[in-house]
T-cell receptor
Framework: GAGVSQSPSNKVTEKGKDVELRCDPISGHTALYWYRQSLGQGLEFLIYFQGNSAPDKSGLPSDRFSAERTGGSVSTLTIQRTQQEDSAVYLC???????????????FGPGTRLTVL | AQSVTQLGSHVSVSEGALVLLRCNYSSSVPPYLFWYVQYPNQGLQLLLK??????LVKGINGFEAEFKKSETSFHLTKPSAHMSDAAEYFCAVTPKGGGADGLTFGKGTHLIIQP
């Protein structure tokens, strides 16, 4: 079946512009995660969605970052007023996490490479 | 709090030799542990996971890992390296019962296979 898909695969933007990154999880997966991968910081967990519940935003790097998940499926990560330090690969993952379930395997998308000039 | 330490940012082995990639974790609660592989310009692919069943876990592509609680380790091994194993390998941990915590990753180990 189809895996996690992300778009765009590459995004080049100018400092100060807003960008939107999209993630389509595996059909039927209830949990969705965003991570950031950069040379200096490695892989960082950003935010997690479970079904339609409100996410815990404490892992987002700054208030310029926001994320939403519509209808418990597709998610969008938005970065406002981009800065050069936002340049990184943004990875999305999904998993099936039923009620009371413990951590399950996360399946990752190919990522979006963001370059801020 | 939890953390993962991968010893050696680069490991080089000859084709056909044993592969050993080291991972030590720190967790306040019994964790779940994972090894992921990343090929250039691709996402992360799960190699194997430990979820408190058997301590010796077998994964894809001939890899396996052993959970040793006394050593807080989860080292990845493969008896005989193949050229196609050249990639970046990440060890990750998450507390049991907590999807909301996401995965905490190590810094990664770049595996180089010498012909």
């Amino acid at each position: 079946g189809a895996g996690v898909s992300q778009s765009p695969s590459n995004k080049v933007t100018e400092k100060g512009k807003d960008v939107e990154l999209r993630c389509d999880p595996i059909s039927g997966h209830t949990a969705l995660y965003w991570y950031r991968q950069s040379l200096g910081q490695g892989l960082e967990f950003l935010i997690y969605f479970q079904g339609n519940s409100a996410p815990d935003k404490s892992g987002l790097p700054s208030d310029r970052f926001s994320a939403e998940r519509t209808g418990g499926s597709v998610s969008t990560l938005t970065i406002q007023r981009t800065q050069q330090e936002d340049s990184a690969v943004y990875l999305c993952a999904s998993s099936y996490l039923g009620s009371g379930a413990t951590a399950d395997t996360q399946y990752f998308g190919p990522g979006t490479r963001l370059t801020v000039l | 709090a939890q953390s993962v330490t991968q010893l050696g940012s680069h490991v080089s082995v000859s084709e056909g030799a044993l592969v050993l990639l080291r991972c030590n974790y720190s967790s306040s609660v019994p964790p779940y542990l994972f090894w992921y592989v990343q090929y250039p310009n691709q996402g992360l692919q799960l190699l194997l996971k430990y979820t408190s069943a058997a301590t010796l876990v077998k994964g894809i592509n001939g890899f396996e890992a052993e959970f040793k609680k006394s050593e807080t380790s989860f080292h990845l091994t493969k008896p005989s390296a193949h050229m196609s194993d050249a990639a970046e390998y990440f060890c990750a941990v998450t507390p049991k019962g907590g999807g909301a915590d996401g995965l905490t990753f190590g810094k990664g180990t770049h595996l180089i296979i010498q012909p």
